[in-house]
């Protein structure tokens, strides 16, 4: 029977994978590795229907969102073969709507972030403009109720100092040293595996719509405000 809350087994597999993270154990655990993996694919297919209904996620497909849990080690120091987390991420439809959703679970670690992790040079000056010369809507966007309840301040990736073309003294000169725009909520594990934790996780993803919609409007129209997609 399909179930979409997380189970506690599916957290505790996971614990137990980040003892033991060799492929012999793996195999030997298969079988509660398949359990926990359909347990999101659930979980993950309720939250889409769900998300379905304030946003267009570009991939509808739960198993598709899902990240696979085998590392790649040829290129990392890191030879661990298995990832100790269940992760999916949603990308928003169209070339109009921008920025992206995550979800992270695993043991001391369970998340949701939303927003732009690796925005091209070309997105990152746009945005840079916008903060420098519409940094009072980005204050409010910012500072806004449900965003400072659910995400408190932007995360993210920074430059050391200001970037080339950009006034060091500029009152917006720490958010416009960001490289990633991230807005992240932490979770407990008490709080993953709760039977509402489905309806909270849509709940926080939607909140970040004005932030999604601003962003939006400013990386498909150049400084004059004509559409440039």
């Not at 987390?85 to 939303?114: E, M, Q, V, W």
């Not at 204050?139 to 100092?161: A, E, H, V």
Request: glycine share 6%; charged share 30%; hydrophobic share 35%.
């Amino acid at each position: 029977m399909a179930s979409e809350i997380i189970q506690v087994s599916t957290l505790k597999f996971l614990q137990e994978l980040s003892k033991n993270n060799d492929r012999d154990w793996f195999n030997n655990h298969k079988e509660s590795y398949l359990s926990g993996y359909n347990n999101m694919c659930d979980f993950v297919g309720g939250l889409l229907l769900e998300m379905s209904k304030h946003d267009h996620i570009e991939n509808e497909s739960a198993k598709k969102c899902l990240y696979r849990i085998y590392n790649d080690v040829r290129f990392s120091k890191d030879k661990s073969p298995f990832k100790t987390r269940f992760a999916a991420g949603f990308r928003r439809a169209t070339k109009f709507k921008r920025g992206g959703y995550y979800l992270n679970i695993s043991p001391g670690n369970s998340y949701l972030a939303c927003g732009f992790f690796t925005p091209n040079a070309e997105d990152l000056k746009r945005i840079r403009q916008d903060i420098e010369f519409n940094f009072e809507e980005w204050n409010t966007i910012l500072n806004s109720k449900k965003i400072r309840l659910n995400f408190g301040d932007l995360s993210g990736n920074k430059l050391l100092t200001a970037p080339r073309g950009f006034n060091k003294a500029h009152e917006a000169i720490e958010l416009i040293r960001h490289k990633q725009f991230i807005l992240r909520h932490n979770f407990t594990e008490k709080e993953v595996t709760s039977s509402d934790f489905l309806k909270i996780v849509n709940e926080i993803f939607q909140s970040v719509r004005p932030f999604f919609d601003h962003m939006s409007e400013i990386l498909t129209t150049d400084e004059n405000g004509e559409i440039n997609v």
